[in-house]
């Protein structure tokens, strides 16, 4: 049975709207960042302009360049902390077999059910004792709350499909459980790592209600808080080229990164929500 | 003096009992064979042997010691894995390596142990390729070398030839059969559920059964006089043919069992006749599968070539001293009379 | 000796290492979830505030529910439990999460199954359906905000264009549109995990099935019907409590896009200003205790509903 033709037509012209609204909105923040001027303020379909001056604007202005790297060192060492303390624990948890395993596991996953805003005032506490308000180690710090049970999770449903015998194998040749992780498990679950540490990433990179609070001056916000407080002086002056401009700036990275990095970050989303 | 002998050894996974008072006492450089069907315990006592399990209770000596409480390192072993277990990301020099890097030898000792290994083996020239890059038969030969390395005391493979097609594996068993005679100091302990590889391997052999062992003996014991109707029917190709009823209870026992090549068969005269159902030629051998009247259907081997249509009426003769006589339990009645 | 397991040195070793591996990754999840968590829960029984945090004092349940007694045989109830903004904030929330929840799934749906299809381009479709969530939330908001603005928005002039609408809308300042402006933002950025989600599901249905149906004769609305629908149903179930937990703490968009005002406040943005901008920070507290509670609930039926595999015993 072949579709008909116009069972082809219509398939084809669902393809075409899926794709239109997905990539139009970004298409026109492109566009608009490119306008300057009266041309802003004329409704477009197709790029008139080519015109860097917004860009040139965020730029030359000092504190975005200091948000931009804000939010690169909170997002780099989140996965890089994440990731160092999930892997150790996924072993145990999918290697080792122990009294009270499942409750730990099932501990770990509801804590990646928290609301945000139910810690907010205790974790506001916490950052303050430690004398970490409006630095960014209260975001690298607080982060924890969501990157880790997702790392965690992922990277024990990873590792309890690496085959038995070679952990095994290493055992009998005398390799401490330290040793098997670094030598013989780490080299093997790169595809894992690389797929939660992007989540990881693009999590923190996007996160805003944390460090909305915890941080307090602008040379210490990250990226998406400072594009959400722009604001001008009156309703009719907000920079919307500016914004436009930054907004594409801080996405540009994600969108090739999830491009590149399609499959990978398929597989991971799935692997973290589906298998259970 | 044995090397590795197990004293009243039993295993539990939670409540379920898989193993039961084993007690066996294996010989230092001997070739022992664990052989039973699928889920009786092998691989379950041999990991037990090798460490990676715990021994529920009793108590495992190698060399006189005590080895509950030892470290699988610790233990003089090296084990083969029917997967082979290499380690994929790692060179087969590094995968070959790895185990001595871990008990701290020098350089130029773990070089110079490698290089041994590879030369008896024949993969000198593989040393720096990645398991990927090796056939089967390579790869297991790796994981022999990699064993090998190691200098252990006690062998253990686990089917290590079962991922091997029909020719590799009798290639593969013939050099297991060659490396056990270049290491005549070292026990090797094989598992496996082939009863032709435990017949061809074996200076011992231990058959298991639901957790027990049922007899333990040379090849030519077992097939010479089981200590069961399970050891009867397990060892031998083809089955030994067990027949109940009348011919049974005329020797006074439950089981009658009669080896396929004990029977001669003739088509003029003989103890039973029957009728042909079916013929199996192997070229070297035939099989004759005879309906026997007042019997049941029993095998017959013949030497050769021999051509029989269905339906043919045949007769044979099962030689006396080669009968087995079982009682309801499955014990041995009377020993067939030795000529 | 039954019930009794003799543990060798290797699992006690293995046994110690475990928990020395797990104890970094339980510390930090405690002080960055257990612990705060409960003193969010005390905070919400006492009378903090912002700048005296440390010398809260415990006040019952005041700030859920209290009588207050005008002295003259009349009072009125005061509380979180008694505000009827709470009360707002809560039926918005509900709103938000059930409609968008649904459209979304709808949506994910019809996604999965065309990039379940094969035909040219379907990686770069996949490719450019991703690109909603790989925008951060905030920048979305923006985005979208630019695109509604009332005055200079494209989709003021598309509608008019196009006939739907006479004179321009003020869509995110409006109150009569400023929750559809929410859920249209939310639904464009999170369709793309569900449809993902979903496509998952898709891709495990064996295909031989679809074969046999084929060769039934089965016609395909009836396949999807009885045959897909059923066997995707659990990935789907999935995806939608991952989504309806998400949909039920949404903030930023709420935050970004609008006006704070009755026809939007979400649960979690009333939570935070009372927290930072009204310096209520015990009455936050509450609320925030409020939210976490329906959560949890949620969270834990559904475990309990689907009987989730932790161990991983049977895969
Ligand atoms: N980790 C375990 N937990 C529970 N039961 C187990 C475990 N490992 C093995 N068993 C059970 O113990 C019994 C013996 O298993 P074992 O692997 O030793 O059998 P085997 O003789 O090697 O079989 P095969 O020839 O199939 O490899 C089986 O019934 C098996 O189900
Ligand atoms: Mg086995």
């Known amino acids: 049975m072949k579709p008909g033709i116009w069972q082809r037509i219509g398939f084809y012209a669902i393809v075409i709207v899926i794709v239109t609204q997905a990539v139009f909105p970004f298409y026109y923040a492109i566009l608009t960042s490119l306008e300057d001027g009266q041309a802003l303020f004329e409704v477009n379909y197709l790029p008139k302009a080519l015109n860097l001056t917004n860009y040139r604007a965020m730029l030359a202005e000092g504190v975005f360049g200091k948000q931009m790297l804000n939010s690169v060192f909170v997002a780099s060492v989140v996965v890089v902390v994440s990731l160092f303390l999930a892997v150790t624990a996924a072993f145990a948890l999918s290697r080792i077999r122990f009294r009270g395993r499942g409750l730990l596991l099932l501990t770990v996953l509801s804590v990646s059910m928290f609301p945000q805003i139910a810690v907010l005032s205790g974790l506001f506490e916490v950052i303050r004792f430690f004398g970490l308000f409006n630095s960014l180690w209260s975001l690298v710090f607080s982060y924890m709350i969501f990157t880790l049970p997702f790392t965690v999770w992922v990277l024990t449903t990873f590792m309890r499909n690496l085959p038995v015998e070679i952990e095994e194998a290493a055992i009998m040749d005398g390799a401490s459980s330290l040793t098997i992780i670094r030598r013989v498990f780490l080299p093997l679950m790169w595809p894992a790592m690389v797929t939660t540490g992007l989540l990881a990433f693009i999590h923190a990179w996007n996160e805003f209600l944390f460090a909305l609070t915890f941080t307090s001056t602008d040379s210490q916000r990250t990226v998406p808080v400072a594009i959400a407080l722009v604001s001008g002086r009156s309703e009719f002056e907000i920079p919307w080229g500016n914004i436009m401009a930054a907004s594409v700036i801080v996405t540009l990275p994600l969108v090739a990164l999830v491009l590149i990095f399609q499959r990978r970050i398929v597989s991971g989303l799935t692997a973290g929500a589906v298998k259970g | 003096m044995a090397t590795v002998e197990l004293i009243n050894v039993s295993k539990s996974f939670g409540s379920v009992e898989v193993l039961r008072d084993i007690n066996l006492s294996l010989e230092k450089g001997k070739f022992v064979v664990f052989v039973g069907p699928s889920g009786c315990g092998k691989s379950t006592l041999l990991r037990m042997i090798a460490g990676l399990e715990d021994i529920t209770s009793g108590e495992l000596r190698i060399d006189g010691q005590p080895m509950n409480e030892v470290l699988p390192a610790k233990r003089g072993i090296a084990m083969v894995f029917q997967s082979y277990a290499l380690y994929p990301h790692m060179t087969v020099f590094e995968n070959m390596s790895f185990g001595l890097e871990q008990a701290k030898l020098s350089k130029p000792e773990i070089e110079a142990r490698v290089q041994d290994a590879a030369k008896m083996l024949q993969i000198e020239g593989l040393l720096d390729r990645k398991p990927k890059q090796l056939s089967g038969g390579q790869r297991q030969r790796v994981a022999i070398g990699r064993a090998i390395t190691r200098d252990p005391r006690v062998f253990l493979f686990d089917e290590p030839l079962s991922n091997l097609d029909a020719a590799l594996r009798v290639d593969t068993r013939l050099e297991i059969a060659a490396l056990s005679e270049r290491l005549p100091d070292t026990t090797m302990i094989y598992v496996t559920h082939d009863q032709v590889e435990a017949m061809t391997l074996a200076d011992r052999i231990v058959v298991l059964n639901g957790g027990i062992v049922e007899q333990v003996g040379s090849p030519m014991d077992l097939y010479e006089s089981p200590a069961s109707e399970f050891v009867a029917g397990f060892i031998g190709s083809p089955r030994m043919n067990f027949l109940k009823g009348g011919v049974a209870e005329a020797h006074g026992a439950a089981t009658y069992g009669i080896r396929p090549e004990h029977i001669a068969l003739s088509d003029e005269r003989g103890d039973w006749s029957g009728r042909v159902v079916l013929t199996e030629r192997l070229g070297s051998d035939t099989f004759v599968h005879v309906e026997v009247k007042g019997v049941g259907p029993v095998n017959v081997r013949v030497e050769g070539r021999a051509d029989f249509a269905s339906g043919e009426t045949v007769y044979l003769s099962p030689d006396p001293a080669s009968v087995h006589l079982f009682d309801p339990q499955g014990r041995p009645v009377v020993r067939s009379v030795t000529p | ?315």
């Open chain 3, 1 to 315: 000796m039954a019930g009794k397991t003799a543990q060798s040195r290797l699992s006690r070793n293995r046994t110690r290492s475990a928990w020395l591996f797990l104890a970094p990754m339980l510390v930090t999840l405690f002080v960055v979830a257990a612990w705060p968590l409960g003193r969010t829960v005390w905070f919400s029984f006492t009378d903090a505030s912002l700048d005296l945090i440390s010398q809260a004092r415990w006040v019952g349940i005041r700030n859920y529910l209290e009588w207050v007694d005008w002295g003259d045989g009349t009072g009125q109830y005061y509380g979180l439990l008694a505000d009827p903004r709470w009360w707002r904030s809560v039926w918005n929330t509900v709103r938000f999460a059930v409609v968008s929840v649904s459209f979304e799934t709808l949506f994910g749906l019809v996604i999965a199954l065309v990039l379940n299809q094969s035909f040219r381009g379907r990686g770069l479709v996949r490719a450019a359906v991703l690109i909603p969530w790989a925008i951060p939330t905030i920048v979305s908001a923006k985005m979208w905000a630019w695109m509604m603005h009332d005055q200079f928005g494209i989709l003021n002039d598309m509608f008019m264009r196009l006939g739907l609408i006479s004179e321009p809308v003020a869509w995110t300042a409006s109150p009569d549109t400023a929750m559809i402006a929410i859920l249209i933002v939310d639904i464009w950025k999170t369709t793309p995990f569900m449809a993902l989600l979903i496509l998952a599901g898709l891709q495990m249905v064996p295909q031989d099935i679809y074969e046999a149906a084929k060769l039934d004769g089965v016609p395909p609305t009836r396949v999807f019907r009885k045959i897909t629908l059923p066997l995707i149903m659990p990935a789907v179930l999935v995806a939608v409590v991952f989504r309806a937990l998400d949909a039920l703490r949404v903030f930023d968009i709420v935050y970004v896009l609008t006006p704070n005002t009755d026809a939007t406040r979400t649960m979690s943005v009333y939570a935070r200003e009372n927290l930072f901008d009204f310096d209520q920070f015990a009455y936050g507290s509450a609320a925030s205790t409020l939210l976490f509670l329906v959560i949890a609930l949620i969270t834990i039926s559904f475990i309990l509903a689907t009987r989730m595999d932790l161990e991983g015993n049977t895969t």
